[in-house]
């Protein structure tokens, strides 16, 4: 959970802070944006989990951030979950048609919002949540911490684990050697750049022991991403 990245996009300040506290509290790790075109920016740059929008918003409304957000490639499968003071059904459907995937009312409780992230992320990505999550012939148990390929198992050290779940969160997608030291060196941990690519040599060799291909494909000056062989 905890490389479970959520941008909150809120202008109300009191509003915002509480957010950030409680799903920071949940285990989610949360950046925060105070309007809608801060917003934008702020989910491009970070390509989180989940968005959590307001409806109304400085600069740019919510509305328009959920249709802009649909309309790029890079951006289109973020689950957003809108919060509104509207109780209007009509808006409701519009919230839904823009593309949002849940719509929450305000005031609600901070649970039911951590239970409707949950509800979300596990409906949109269940490898989020799975603790046994398969990509191809790559099998990852999270309970037990172990990985196996083509049904033998591969031993990983605590880093590379960590690299490989991440990446199967998010098959396909590219990341910079800077976005993987923040998710699975943690921002406040000073690793040089270059370790990255070390950690990333040892996954593979372990991966190609005991299948055929290196599913980590080099993209270059972008970064790595895991991809069926
Ligand atoms: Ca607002």
Redesign the pocket.
């Known amino acids: 959970m905890a490389d479970t990245k959520i941008v909150i996009v809120?202008?109300?300040e009191a509003l915002s802070t509480l957010l950030e506290y409680n799903l920071t509290k949940e285990g989610f790790t949360t950046i925060l944006a105070h309007d809608g075109e801060e917003g934008l920016l702020c989910i491009a740059e970070e390509k989180p989990d989940l968005v959590v929008l307001?409806w109304?918003?400085p600069k740019v409304s919510g509305i328009e951030v959920c249709r802009q957000l649909r309309a790029n490639r890079e951006t289109r499968n973020i689950p957003v979950i809108m919060l509104t003071a509207r109780a209007e059904e009509a808006d409701r459907v519009r919230g839904l048609e823009t593309g949002a995937d849940d719509y929450l009312t305000k005031p609600f409780s901070m649970n039911e919002l951590a239970a409707r992230i949950r509800a979300v992320l596990r409906r949109i990505r269940p490898a989020l949540m799975d603790e046994l999550v398969t990509f191809g012939d790559i099998e990852v148990d999270r309970t037990a911490h172990k990985v196996r390929r083509g049904g033998t198992e591969v031993h990983l050290g605590p880093t590379e684990f960590r690299l490989l779940d991440h990446f199967i969160q998010h098959p396909g997608r590219v990341f910079s050697r800077e976005q993987l030291l923040n998710s699975v060196w943690g921002s406040d941990v000073y690793v040089e750049i270059r370790t990255v690519d070390v950690h990333i040599g040892r996954l593979r060799k372990a991966l190609s022991k005991h299948g055929d291909g290196n599913p980590i494909r080099t993209v270059r000056s972008a970064g790595y991403a895991l991809e069926l062989v």
Do not use: N, Q, R
């Open positions: 809120e202008d109300e307001d109304m918003l």
